[in-house]
């Protein structure tokens, strides 16, 4: 499964929005450096699915504030 996530780096606090069932709105309080804020977002997503990081992963968009990961979710989770 796809979805888009659009991400603002640097907040104070750190949230998580479904805009849609497959649209995103995250903020992480990691500065994009280091590759620092895109690893909290993969921990975020797959937190959200309640999946392991290792079931998450950005296939474009690493340098953008808008990107699209894949998640590998189980066929009964993508039902619900």
């Not at 979805?3 to 709105?25: C, M, P, Q, W, Y």
């Not at 309080?29 to 921990?43: D, L, S, T, W």
Request: hydrophobic content about 40%; glycine content about 2%; cysteine-free.
């Amino acid at each position: 499964m796809y979805i888009k996530v659009r991400v603002k780096t640097g907040a104070k606090n750190e949230l998580i929005s479904a805009v849609s069932r497959d649209h995103f709105e995250i903020s992480v309080r990691q500065k994009p450096e280091q590759n620092m804020a895109n690893r909290r977002i993969v921990e975020l997503v797959a937190l959200q699915f309640a999946l392991s990081a290792k079931k998450v992963r950005i296939v474009s968009g690493h340098h953008s504030p808008s990107k699209i990961l894949s998640v590998d979710v189980p066929d009964e989770a993508e039902e619900i």
